[in-house]
């Protein structure tokens, strides 16, 4: 049985434990409050572009971008995987790979070849063991729009050279404080919402197109493709700081209770102790 020093003890670790894990779920509460602001400032901006893009996608028939066209035959496919740097969040991290890992077994029969790209620590971590990783990014402490810029920079790249077919990308989107949903969406070749693309597809144009919707192209595809990813990586930065808030106020309650229980155990050890010395002292007493 452990002595009252050793209970004690624990009680102590217990107790200091609890301090982490109550100022980790503030610092989360915080952080969770301006990312979800941002998340929600950035969605509408987003539904509008895919609506422009629509609207000139099936007006002007005859207007290309190289970002928009599906290659002659698929070979390769990336898939972007986004994931927090730091743990301590629950499942947040673990449900994204599975997400990517699910749909890589799914698309794994219609491509050559699947290359991995990771944002975050841990799918980093996870993918450099297993099959590799072309390119990764880490350390993002708060999305910047820099930040998608250089993702879209690289896939862009990739697939004007031909080097890939289709692309991917994987992220926890954010639903509530309570509820992070894995997501899967399609970045290239890169197509405007299917609703967004058929509603009112007999209705005038909203709006003049100037010079030409082939220089309005250019502008918007790379645009739609940066705001894409800077979307999902807001998504994931709200979903991280929300998962982390619920699982630090989980450990917060589970240390009260280990508290408790310790407190408890630690009472009886005293008391027991406490009878065993008076037994001893009657029964000294009874012997003279």
């Keep these: 049985m452990a002595s009252l020093k050793d209970i004690k003890r624990r009680i102590g670790s217990v107790e200091n434990t609890q301090k982490i894990t109550s100022a980790m779920r503030m610092v989360a509460a915080a952080k969770l409050r301006r990312a ?9 901006y987003a539904q509008k572009m895919y609506a422009t893009l629509g609207e000139i996608g099936r007006r002007q028939k005859d207007a290309e971008h190289p ?4 290659h002659e035959t698929e070979t390769v496919m990336e898939v972007i995987v986004i994931t927090s740097d730091r743990g301590l969040c629950g499942a947040f991290n673990g449900n994204a790979i599975k997400a990517a890992d699910r749909a890589i077994k799914e698309k794994g029969s219609a491509f050559n070849e699947i290359v991995i790209s990771t944002v975050g620590r841990k799918a980093t971590e996870y993918y450099t063991k297993r099959q590799g990783v072309v390119r990764s990014w880490t350390g993002i402490a708060s999305v910047g729009f820099h930040d998608a810029v250089e993702i879209a920079n690289h896939l862009s790249e990739r697939y004007n050279a031909g080097e890939i077919d289709h692309a991917l990308i994987v992220y926890n989107e954010f639903v509530s404080a309570m509820t992070q949903k894995p997501n899967t969406d399609q970045l290239l070749p890169l197509s405007p919402a299917q609703e967004i693309a058929d509603a009112g597809a007999t209705d005038p144009i909203p709006f003049e197109i100037e010079p030409d919707a082939a220089g309005l192209l250019n502008v918007l595809v790379p645009q739609a493709l940066e705001f894409s990813i800077y979307r999902a990586l807001l998504e994931n930065q709200a979903g991280e700081h929300a998962a982390r808030m619920t699982a630090m106020e989980s450990a917060t309650r589970n240390t009260e209770d280990i508290i408790k229980s310790l407190t408890l155990k630690y009472n009886r050890a005293r008391q027991a102790a406490i009878t065993r010395e008076l037994v001893e002292i009657v ?3 009874e012997a003279l």
């Design 283 to 285: 029964s000294g007493a």
């Design 67 to 70: 970002l928009l066209q599906a």
């Design 36 to 44: 979800q602001d941002a998340i929600l400032a950035a969605r509408p």
